[in-house]
């Protein structure tokens, strides 16, 4: 009797405890879900309240950290169920699960602290939450890199005087090959984003390079000596790939490699695709893959954007196209302008997922808000889209570069006086393009020149010089106005635009919308894009004049068809929002995607036909497969026309035709779809 009397007791006292943690268990989440709540619906409170610290003394502290441990411990036998579950359905649908499983365990140690914060009903991640989703990928480790990619930590030593010998051999060689560009230690890189502000729409999203400047910046005395000195290796190579008129790659990849012994993450996402293109490096997929794994266990978006890409194009891996939409959405995730083009094209053509134009929106913006943001009022970058079947069937024809002996033909009249050809040589030093990098020192010694002439085109681009600044001439407004004066006196266009904006922002004169207003309709009268792009600003601004949509639209409308940048970014916002026009997502999209495609990427099309011209078929091949997997429809044409040619060895014959009608079945879908 007296053991069943114990016996009941034990029992009681097993289910009053077991009672009393559910009580707490319940209780934590309520007061958690409540606190969402506010989250939710009173988000001013609770953004004041971020910085607000409560003091909680070491009792209530200790039940705290009780009642959280039980909490995780209740989700952690949650999680083991559904894996339970998850393995269960695997083996009786076996095919729904082979090409997740492994990238599913590959990411776990990143995602799974992102799923326990989630809610279980929340569907769409925004703008805001996927810069958060970012700072948790980004974490560095401490882990080696794999067997094959060890070969190159032999071959350099930081800390030795050869890594020093060996760079300035490669300068003075390179010096020597080019022995008419300038020297690399009085430059430094010009800031082109002068008129971001005025150009561009208010409801701007900014993720993409907003989540690109965060995440990685650690405190100086956080770091250990090996990680300041491969930080320090790093931006030596960076100086070297970023001056403006003189890209050093070959010394710069000396800096990268001693980087990545250190187990520096950006040095070895540099030599990760230096062994995906063969860029300085040798060419070899499974380096490449491997190095993207090691990058991508580290939450490297770039990483993880190559490993997508690698399994798109079956290189070194099985083509798996579901592989390849997780990668990218994990990349696109941590903020990778390439892998948002990626995903966007793909949700556009319906590529591995259901067509959704709405998502290929959200992902075309941001991308082109970022490239929007790097171009000057001069347009944009110039970008040659030469297709190789054309040039080789029109071979009179010009191909869109400048011959060298042409261009040898324009510094000898140059010389000589010739005002035209000064101008000529000015314009192509200034924007670049047709085969010619630019040179801003080139440019202002060929304006001087024609300026001296009293040649008012040349006197215009002086004064875009002089009010843009330059590595060569410093931002002055006095001169630039002088210029600018000039040049609108003899009725040039690119003077009277140089002055209207002068006028608009208040630059070395008093702010004047009317004047500023009057200028622009000048310039724009006589069609020069950029006083048209000013004008459709102002008058979907309300600047000086009353807002007026439909004007606007009409006059971005003009400045596209002259390749303005800002202008085909300008009425993607407005289809996309319907403003002024009825909402279309298919148009957004379009001029969405022609932006994008004019970013800093885009040189490699140019790249890829110097490399063919060059004779060097595998590397233009695989550059512009490349540019393909992002939806170029020009690199889709030129890998079809390469393939079809026969002339390239890297696949087999019948894999050789599957993938050349692949490419030309992708290229044919978009259509030669651009305004310039």
């Known amino acids: 009797m007296l053991k069943t009397s114990l016996r009941l007791k034990c029992f009681l006292g097993t289910v009053l405890y077991i009672v009393l943690c559910e009580i707490i268990v319940c209780a934590d989440n309520a007061h958690r879900h409540l606190h969402q709540d506010d989250q939710l619906h009173t988000p001013a409170e609770s953004k004041n309240s971020e910085n ?80 958060a989703v970012h700072k948790e990928f980004e974490i560095f480790q401490d882990s080696q890199l794999p067997s094959d990619s060890q070969e190159f930590r032999s071959e350099f030593n930081p800390d030795s005087e050869t890594l020093h010998e060996t760079v300035v051999n490669q300068q003075n060689q390179d010096t020597n090959e080019i022995s008419h560009e300038p020297s690399n230690e009085a430059l430094n890189t010009a800031d082109l984003n002068s008129d971001v502000d005025s150009a561009n729409f208010p409801d701007t999203d900014h993720t993409a390079d907003a989540v690109n400047s965060k995440g990685e910046e650690m405190k100086e005395d956080e770091l250990t000596p090996l990680e300041i000195k491969a930080n320090e290796l790093y931006e030596q190579g960076e100086v070297l790939i970023n001056n403006t008129y003189h890209k050093n790659y070959r010394a710069a990849y000396v ?88 995903l966007g094209y793909r949700y556009w053509a319906g590529i591995g997922v259901e067509m959704k134009c709405e998502s290929a929106l959200t992902y075309y913006r941001k991308v082109a808000t970022l490239v929007s943001n790097m171009v000057s009022v001069s347009g944009g970058p110039v970008i040659q889209r030469i297709r190789l079947q054309e040039e080789v069937e029109n071979t009179h024809s010009n191909s869109g570069l400048l011959d060298d002996d042409l261009l040898q033909y324009y510094h000898f009249l140059a010389d000589k006086g010739d005002m035209q050809a000064q101008v000529v040589l000015g314009q192509l030093y200034y924007q670049g393009g047709r085969g010619v990098e630019i040179n801003h020192e080139r440019a202002l010694h060929y304006f001087l020149m024609a300026a001296e002439s009293g040649n008012a085109l040349a006197l215009a681009f002086l004064g875009k010089m002089y009010s843009e600044g330059s590595p060569v001439v410093k931002q002055n407004n006095e001169t630039a106005i002088s210029y600018f004066k000039k040049a609108a006196e003899k009725g040039n266009a690119v003077g009277q635009c140089g002055l209207g904006l002068m006028y608009l922002r208040g630059q070395g004169v008093e702010k004047d919308y009317i004047n500023a207003l009057k200028y622009f309709t000048l310039a724009a009268e006589q069609g020069w894009a950029e006083g048209q792009l000013q004008l459709g600003i102002m008058h979907y601004s309300g600047l000086g004049v009353r807002r007026d949509y439909k004007l606007a639209v009409k006059y971005f409308n003009l400045a596209s068809q002259g390749g303005h940048i800002l202008a085909f970014y300008n009425l993607a916002q407005m289809h996309a929002t319907g403003t002024g026009v009825l909402s279309n997502c ?74 050349a009608l692949l490419q030309w079945t992708r290229a044919a879908s978009q259509g030669k779809l651009y305004l310039y």
């Open 586 to 659: 298919h148009m957004a999209v379009e001029l969405f995607k022609n932006v994008a495609e004019r970013g800093r990427w885009s040189e490699m099309l140019m790249e890829a036909h110097s490399l063919y011209r060059e004779g060097n078929v595998e590397a233009a091949l695989i550059k512009y497969t490349f540019l393909a997997e992002l939806g170029y429809e020009v690199a889709q044409s030129n890998v079809a026309y390469i393939l079809d040619q026969g002339e390239s060895m890297m696949f087999l014959k019948q894999e050789t035709n599957k993938r």
């Open 255 to 342: 800096f990268f490699k001693a980087a990545a012994q250190l187990n520096h993450t950006k040095a070895l996402e540099y030599i990760g695709f230096g062994h995906f293109f063969g860029d300085h490096c040798n060419q070899n997929f499974t380096k490449a893959k491997e190095i993207f794994e090691d990058l991508s266990n580290r939450g490297s978006a770039r990483g993880q954007l190559g490993l997508g890409l690698l399994f798109s194009i079956g290189m070194s891996v099985n083509s798996s196209q579901a592989k390849t939409i997780v990668y990218l959405t994990f990349a696109a995730l941590g903020g990778d302008p390439l892998a948002q083009m990626a």
């Open 52 to 131: 607000v610290k409560p003091e909680v003394d070491e009792g209530e502290k200790q039940n705290q950290k009780f009642e959280q441990n039980t909490f995780f411990e209740d989700k952690e036998a949650n999680l083991n169920t559904i894996h339970e579950q998850d393995s269960h359905n695997s083996h009786n649908n076996p095919q729904n699960t082979e090409d997740f499983e492994d990238i599913i365990a590959h990411q776990n140690s990143l995602g799974q602290k992102d799923l326990d914060q989630q809610e279980p009903d929340q569907q769409e991640i925004s703008d805001h939450q996927n810069t």
